[in-house]
């Protein structure tokens, strides 16, 4: 089928194989179609690497959120016009 999109060639490897093999028993409505079973993986796939990015992201907001205001007084008032009067224009 023509087409503008990449086009990916997937050898079944025995890793491959055994996944396919196990896909059957999860879609058997398809078992028997090996590519079918290949596009089942790979949208079970798809969304588990969402959810990864997803959760990778919502880790990072906590982390942000747990350590957010706790540099106060680190750098005492006025520092920043006290270092830009240091350097003369």
């Keep these: 089928m023509p087409t503008a999109r990449q086009r990916h060639m997937i050898t079944e490897t025995a890793p491959i194989e055994r996944a ?21 993986i790979l949208s079970e796939g798809i969304e588990a690497v ?13 982390a942000i959120r747990e350590i ?8 005492p008032l006025g520092w920043r016009e006290e270092l830009l009067n240091e350097w003369p224009e």
């Design 20 to 40: 396919l093999d196990e896909a059957s028993a999860l879609w058997p409505e398809v078992a028997s179609e090996r590519s079918k079973l290949l596009q089942k």
């Design 50 to 62: 969402h959810l990864r990015v997803e959760n990778k992201k919502l880790d990072r907001e906590r």
């Design 68 to 75: 957010a205001g706790s540099m106060n007084g680190v750098w």
